[in-house]
């Protein structure tokens, strides 16, 4: 059996939950929340079929997705707390076996 040792890596938390403000096709601004097993707009057409297109528009313009795991590099320190080194988001740890 193999032996495994775990190590602590760090990924950036913008991917887990962003909000974005996207405008519409006739001028009205919605608000498009993306989680990671969810995603919501608050356009008419969502509430009838759970997608939208202000939803694609945001899914394009999600940030980051560091991971240091496998992107590497180190977190960055700013104020003495660790931040994404890739857009300075809050990052959290994950324990991982290797």
């Not at 913008?14 to 969810?38: A, E, M, N």
């Not at 969502?46 to 997608?51: A, G, V």
């Not at 694609?56 to 999600?62: D, I, K, S, V, W």
């Not at 496998?70 to 990052?91: A, F, L």
Request: with cysteine; charged share 20%.
């Amino acid at each position: 059996m193999a032996d495994f040792t775990f190590q602590t890596f760090y990924h950036c938390t913008s991917v887990d939950h962003q909000q974005f403000q996207i405008k519409g096709s006739k001028g009205d601004t919605y608000t498009v929340s993306l989680g990671p097993k969810t995603k919501t707009c608050t356009c008419k057409g969502f509430q009838y079929r759970e997608h939208c297109r202000h939803i694609a528009e945001a899914q394009r313009n999600r940030q980051c997705g560091w991971m240091q795991f496998v992107h590497g590099g180190e977190p960055k320190v700013v104020d003495g707390k660790k931040v994404c080194p890739e857009c300075g988001s809050d990052i959290t740890s994950a324990r991982w076996a290797v």
